[in-house]
């Protein structure tokens, strides 16, 4: 949620380490006006949800901040996807198939 990331930036401002908090983030938000820049310039890890994509750009972009001279937090706040009976649907088909329970209760 919005708070998460708010706390975060405040514990790594307490600690002295607010400079050097990266994060996962998705792809389209690095073309935010301002924030989203800001985040494309300062070394932030940009998803695109496609997993054969995302696995180079994650060990890429992992070995380079293993480079850096000081301690890095490197954040991860996995975000859902929006609740819809097409999508309920298609995660029942996969679950039937692949033998997995079929969830009836779901947060959104």
């Given at each position: ?58 060990m890429n972009s ?40 079929q969830l009836e209760?779901?947060?959104?």
């Amino acid at each position: 949620t919005e708070l998460d990331w708010l706390y975060t930036w405040m514990m790594g401002d307490r600690l002295g380490l607010l400079g050097n908090c990266r994060a996962f983030a998705k792809d389209s938000l690095k073309y935010v006006p301002v924030i989203g820049w800001a985040w494309a310039m300062s070394d932030m890890i940009f998803l695109k949800r496609d997993w054969e994509k995302d696995q180079v750009t994650m060990m890429n972009s992992i070995n380079k901040l293993l480079d850096y001279p000081s301690t890095i937090w490197l954040l991860l706040f996995p975000e859902g996807t929006r609740f819809t009976k097409g999508k309920h649907r298609a995660s029942l088909e996969f679950a039937a198939q692949s033998g997995f329970p079929q969830l009836e209760h779901h947060l959104s």
